[in-house]
């Protein structure tokens, strides 16, 4: 296979090859990190075999071309695959479907721009696909079925829905300039902003003043605004989460608000998909999924940002059916072992979901499997 | 004199001498522009001649380091400089003092950095002072004087305070992540996520839409989402305040709202200040002057946001002296001849202020000779 852009990435094939096995590769692409899984291709039946095959994971930085411009975007996404590949054993020869999931691909131009260095990559029976991440995440609380709403709040957040009749919609997703508030980037430029307005006399003190600068190793507020303009990504923000989750259950009324605020507008992106599809029916309590994902969701602390957004979608959606990934994969050398990588959500808390549960990049592998088995 | 960096900046000294005649610059440098007026050295009266003797006027873009780098700011301040001398008729040896009032000088670190290149520019006679762009819109209100609390509202906005005794204070002016929402980017940036908001079902409808479309000429609210990555500059998002004050204007209900929370966040800014220093006495009462400036303040349309935010702030300070300066200069052969430079400020609707008014580049020029006479 001749080798492209980036030749060394592709450099392990030169090996002997893995004797035939067809596999198929699913990634999951955001701004924190990217995901991406080798599974290989298996007969269709239905329930599908639980656990599921995933023959190697592999993780990298970040895909968003929108953060990271274009060329560090694909080159960490050919990188995560070669990866993927080189664990399982396999190697370009081998791959019947590929579905890339990746945070940042808003418009049928995005799409096709990926489309067109990927087909570079991959001989032309390879089957390519390309999506918003949001479609993985889906996927991958349906396995593989696109039904129900999905909210990812990592670093950004997006609410995508979809039905079984094929329409879609989504809310929010717009990056910080446009209000995801509710996202670990807004949560984060929230608290600072409160340390900023504590410290100038426009708004109360609170706790997050001391937490986050020592946090970041800084001796005073205004301090912070170098700290902001040395390197404003998105994901260096977003990572100060934690000190606000922990401020705000040492009983921080400002910290609380922030969370509470966050809360209600991740809440609200899902409400606005659901009500724009009709996915919870004409009686308003229809069945659906709502598929959890992302850090800022998964968190799984005492002040629990998941759990109070499916409260407040609970309350007006009733028939919510809400499924929380973990990112954990059947096989995987770089995560404990012993841990079921399909823990329930929330327990006996919320309604227990219908659904098998596997990671977005497991998602991706599936719609890219339902597609090439249609198809084939 | 040497030549040093960006040489060819200085090229116009190799023509003839202007005859001895000692002059000052005094630059305003902002996110949006940067303003470099050349005055001569005048011996010290009470009151200061009126219109003060302005001998040229140069304008450049941005020269906040934060915002387009080091050297870009640079290159912008060298030769905004080079330009004003040379429409006087001057050049470096008639150059007794300079101030540089540059938004993004926030540390003495920054203060150090600028003084040092400057130091290469200028002899080692001339006097140097770099400052905060606040402090030159102050004394452009005071004419020279440093007392009272400046408000500035253009692409960003600061609130910063004097004393008599020398004390400061400021509130806000941390950048767009750090909740400067009263500034043009942050109203702006609000009117762009109203028109998300409103088009995946998180917001009401607003006239917004259609009208910032139409100005940005897209054809639908998805494709902000590109537009504001393309290219993020603070000064590009807040070119559409005209449209939020418009839509406003016109009686849509989002922009009013946006606007009013504006006016109570630059008030609140300049509150915090007055509180701060107790500028207003013990009684809350007493004289102090409020110089206001920035495209934000000076839009004179019917919304008027500068005269809301005056409002606001007589509520709790009937002591503030309202003072707006007009970007126009005495002696200019870019603008308008026959328009007074120093416009009273909205007539008789507030209290008249007693001081003249200027340019904040002419307040700059003012820091510097009042330093240079006091130093002579």
Redesign the interface.
Same mark, same amino acid.
């Given at each position: 296979m001749k080798r492209y852009r980036n030749g060394e990435i592709w450099d392990f094939e030169t090996a002997e090859e893995s004797g035939g096995r067809e596999v198929i590769l699913g990634l999951d692409g955001g701004t924190t990190s990217t995901v991406c899984i080798c599974m290989p291709v298996i007969s269709m039946s239905d329930p599908l075999p639980d656990p599921l095959p995933v023959l190697a994971r592999a993780a990298a930085g970040c895909s968003n071309h929108?953060s990271v411009g274009e060329d560090a975007a694909r080159e960490t996404i050919e990188k995560v695959m070669a990866d993927a590949l080189l664990k399982s054993g396999s190697n370009r020869s081998a791959v019947r479907a590929v579905c890339l999931a990746v945070s940042g691909v808003?418009?049928p131009t995005d799409q096709q721009r990926i489309l067109n260095w990927l087909r570079d990559i991959f001989p032309g029976n390879v089957r390519l696909y390309v999506h918003n991440d949001a479609l993985a995440a889906l996927a991958s609380g349906t396995m593989g079925k696109l039904h129900g709403c999905v909210l990812i709040a990592g670093t950004g957040t997006i609410a995508y829905g979809f039905t079984e009749d094929g329409r879609d919609? %989504?809310?929010? /997703?717009? /990056?910080p #300039?446009?209000?995801d508030w509710g996202s670990g980037y807004g949560i984060a430029?929230?608290a600072? @902003?409160a340390v #900023?307005?504590a410290y &100038? /006399? %426009?708004g109360p003190d609170t706790m997050l003043t001391s937490n986050i600068l020592s946090t970041l190793e800084l001796s005073s507020p &205004?301090e912070? #605004? /170098?700290w @902001?303009?040395v390197d404003?990504s998105w994901a260096r923000?977003a990572a100060l989460v934690p000190v606000v989750v922990s401020c705000a259950e040492a009983g921080d009324e400002v910290a609380n608000k922030i969370l509470q605020d966050s809360v209600e507008e991740l809440a609200?992106?899902v409400k606005?998909?659901v009500?724009?599809l009709s996915l919870s029916g004409e009686d308003g309590k229809h069945s659906f999924p709502l598929v959890m994902v992302g850090g800022v969701l998964e968190a799984n602390r005492r002040w629990d940002i998941g759990r109070e957004v499916v409260k407040c979608i609970l309350r007006d959606y009733p028939g919510a059916v809400p499924i929380r990934p973990k990112p954990l994969g059947p096989i995987q050398c770089d995560f404990p072992t012993g841990v079921s990588p399909w823990d329930s959500f929330y327990g006996t808390d919320c309604r227990a979901s219908s659904f098998s549960r596997v990671e977005p990049a497991v998602g991706a592998a599936l719609l890219a499997w339902n597609s090439f088995m249609n198809a084939r």
């Open positions: 929108n808003n418009h919609a %989504r809310a929010a /997703g717009a /990056g #300039i446009l209000g430029a929230q600072l @902003t #900023i307005r &100038d /006399g %426009r &205004d912070l #605004i /170098g @902001t303009y404003p923000i609200l992106s606005a998909v009500q724009r």
